[in-house]
């Protein structure tokens, strides 16, 4: 019985000695507009909860990418993501699927079901259609795969949003005319009070970007995250003076666009060698 009793009381010392280290550990105006070498699971740890008004990265997925041998652990940088982000927060999640033996692995999916089962919303699921294909033997028994899902997560009840206005009105300079079936079944007309269609309208859910296929863009990475994404997403989901996160920086695209923006930027990368390249860019 004493025996039982010590161990729990050994537990319970542990506990409360790990949980004074982790909380003395924990500052994120250290890290901010820093790029920080490590494990992005560990490194993460070391931010305090709520601290992160928007994360945009774009994660190795399945068998696709090779980031210099480096392999990361999904469920624990989800949970990670969760504790650091803001009430109202977003986590903009890049990613794709492999096709293995014919199939599509459906990881995307997946993920996107573990961020919801430990307390994000799915906020919206948008598509980055790439414009650009590597043909392969798969073109012979289905359609070219164009592009990549992005999982827009938010913590609780979203607190920013600056829709992109750059879809093109075809009535543009015209007044608005017409009416709008109610829930009712009865119909209300809708006006303008005068006011011409504006020259462009908020933009969808699909965005058409490039992907970045030069290599001076490529920057000695193997899939540099194109500079437009990041930064209509940041544009969109964040403000001038907010923190910006990107846990897997990659070539640092993201980091690049939050400072261009006017934002905090911070950058966790495990690799040295894309440290160095994202230095240069930043420069």
Same mark, same amino acid.
Request: aromatic letters at 12%; proline letters at 4%; one cysteine or more.
């Given at each position: ?18 949980c004074?280290?982790? $909380?003395?550990?924990?500052? &994120? ?7 920080i ?17 928007l994360?945009?990265?774009? *994660?190795?997925?399945d068998?696709?990418? &090779?980031? %210099?041998?480096?392999t ?12 650091? &982000?803001?009430? /109202?927060?977003?986590?903009v @999640? ?7 033996k ?5 990881t995307s ?13 799915l906020?919206? &699921?948008?598509?980055w259609?790439?414009q650009t294909? +590597?043909?392969?033997g ?19 009840? =979203?607190?920013?949003?600056n829709? =992109?206005?750059?879809? *093109? ?23 303008? $009070?005068g %006011? ?8 969808? $859910?699909? @965005? ?6 030069? $290599?001076s863009l490529?920057? /000695?990475? *193997?899939?540099?995250? *194109? ?9 969109? @989901?964040?403000?001038?003076g ?5 846990p897997?920086a990659?070539?640092g +695209? ?6 261009k923006?006017?934002? %905090?930027?911070? /950058? ?9 390249? =994202? ?5």
């Open positions: 019985m004493l025996h039982g009793i010590f161990k729990i009381n050994r537990r319970i010392r542990l506990a409360v000695f790990y004074i280290e982790y $909380n003395n550990n924990m500052n &994120t105006e250290d890290f901010k507009n820093k790029i070498q490590g494990d992005c699971l560990e490194k993460l740890k070391e931010l305090e909860d709520n601290s992160i008004d994360t945009v990265t774009s *994660p190795p997925y068998n696709l990418r &090779t980031y %210099n041998g480096y990361f652990n999904f469920e624990g940088i989800a949970q990670e993501l969760y504790r650091v &982000t803001k009430q /109202g927060g977003v986590v @999640w890049v990613v794709g699927d492999a096709t293995i014919g199939s599509e692995t459906g999916f997946k993920q996107a079901l573990y961020f919801k089962e430990i307390g994000f919303n906020h919206d &699921t948008m598509i259609s790439k294909f +590597t043909a392969t798969a073109l012979k028994t289905r359609y070219a795969q164009t592009f990549e899902y992005m999982f827009v997560f938010v913590k609780g009840k =979203i607190k920013t949003f829709p =992109i206005k750059d879809k *093109p009105n075809k009535s543009y300079g015209k007044k608005i005319h017409g009416s709008v079936t109610q829930k009712d079944g009865s119909m209300k007309p809708v006006t303008t $009070n %006011n011409l269609i504006p020259e462009f309208g908020q933009r969808f $859910n699909v @965005w058409n970007v490039n992907t970045e296929v030069s $290599n490529r920057c /000695g990475h *193997p899939a540099p995250f *194109p500079e437009k994404l990041a930064e209509d997403h940041i544009l969109s @989901w964040s403000n001038e907010d923190t910006i996160l990107d897997m990659g070539s +695209t993201t980091l690049k666009m939050a400072k923006n006017n934002r %905090n930027y911070i /950058g966790i990368e495990i690799s040295p060698e894309y440290i160095d390249i =994202i230095n240069k860019r930043l420069q």
